[in-house]
Structure formats: C-alpha cells, structure tokens
C-alpha cells in the first residue's frame, strides 16, 4: 500500500492523459478525478482508511502492476502459506483467494512471491468484491460458490476478519479465524466461536501471547474433508 502511494504522483504527472490510465480515471468520482492534485489527495485518504472502493482498489491494482513489473516490489508471505497451498493443489483441492484487492492484484501478488516464486499455477478461482460482492456479505460467498460450481456447504473459508468469518458462516461455508502476528486483539469469546487456527504450518502455537497453542489450518482442513468427498475448498 505504501508503494502505491508513493508511485501514484509520478504516474499522474507522467501519464494523466494515457490510454492506460483513463479507464481508471474515468470510473473516479469528480471532483476527485479532475486533476492530479485532487486525486492524489482522494488516493491519500482511501489509502489511510484502507477504502474498499472498487475504483480505488482498480486503481491501486494498477499501480502494483508497473511496481512488480519493474521489479521494484516482491510479495512477502508467512512461511507456512506456500507449502500449504501447494499441498492443497496436490491433493486436488480447488484453492480460491477471495480479496478485497483486485484479481489483477492478486495474481500480481501470487507471481511475484519472496522467495518462492510464482504461485499462481496453486490457485484455481480469483474474486474480489466486483466479481464476488462486499466481504461481510453472506450473499458474496454464495456467488462464489456459484461461480465454483459448488455447494456453499463444500467451501472452507480462511480469514483473519471476524466480520468476514461471520458473513461466510451465515451462508452456509464452513469458516475459521485465523490469527496473525500483528492483527487486532481477537476475544477469547471469538476465537472459540469462530475456531481460531494459528496459521497453516502443523503445531504452530499462538505468537500473541493471549490464548494457549491452538490448532492449525491444515488439520481443519483434514477433518472438513473427513467429511466432505466434493474436494473443494
């Protein structure tokens, strides 16, 4: 988010009347959309609210593009998160991300890894709220599911947003908490609820200090397939 930011004066100044850009222009509100200085401070304060807009996230999605192209930005992932998306492709399992960032975005994000590379080839279903519809909605799940062609009930669901986790629940998708380092305190009522993992690496503990070792994502997953043969996640 930061590089975006701080490429988005360049690019305006360079390219505010590009063929490449106007699409994103053009789908900015005015005032905002009217010169750079205005769009710059419109991208400033989506960027600190951390704006789900889908013209602001169209936009940023764009800006990443030229950075990882350039080679000026790599995705840092959790260690656990490669080998576990791996193992599901392995296994059959239709791996799908589900973002508030674009899907240009996230396939820019799963090409260019730290460290391990190009990741895409794990994921077979891209959405975001254009394609899905608003993270905290139970009927965004259920268009996932469709789009899947799937059942609702034949999705595992991973976030680390407890609004998100409830949302999917109400559709019908199985769901989990997952915690991270650095993420908003989660109350013991909430992780009990919404079946905390600590991540996707076996036998990891909790790194906050506030709950004991929990469970891990990949042993959810093994016991929703116990009982699942759709092979869908």
Request: net charge negative; charged share 15%.
């Amino acid at each position: 988010f930061p590089y975006a930011l701080a490429s988005l004066p360049h690019i305006l100044s360079t390219q505010w009347t590009s063929p490449t850009l106007s699409p994103h222009l053009s789908a900015i509100p005015a005032p905002h959309n009217l010169s750079p200085a205005a769009l710059t401070t419109h991208f400033a304060t989506l960027t600190a609210t951390d704006s789900k807009l889908p013209y602001f996230k169209s936009l940023q999605g764009h800006l990443f593009a030229r950075g990882y192209h350039a080679g000026e930005i790599v995705t840092p992932l959790f260690a656990d998160v490669a080998p576990a998306l791996r193992s599901w492709a392995a296994e059959g399992l239709a791996v799908a991300i589900y973002s508030s960032g674009s899907v240009a975005a996230q396939k820019l994000l799963m090409r260019h890894t730290e460290d391990t590379g190009d990741l895409t080839a794990c994921v077979s279903g891209w959405f975001d709220p254009v394609n899905a519809g608003p993270k905290g909605e139970a009927t965004s799940y259920e268009a996932i599911a469709g789009a899947m062609g799937v059942e609702v009930r034949d999705i595992v669901f991973f976030s680390d947003s407890v609004a998100e986790i409830t949302a999917a629940r109400q559709a019908g998708a199985h769901a989990a908490l997952v915690l991270r380092p650095g993420n908003p305190p989660v109350s013991e009522s909430d992780r009990e609820r919404l079946d905390a993992v600590d991540g996707f690496g076996p036998g990891e503990a909790l790194t906050d200090g506030n709950s004991e070792q929990g469970r891990d994502g990949l042993r959810y997953v093994e016991a929703w397939m116990q009982g699942n043969d759709s092979g869908q996640e």
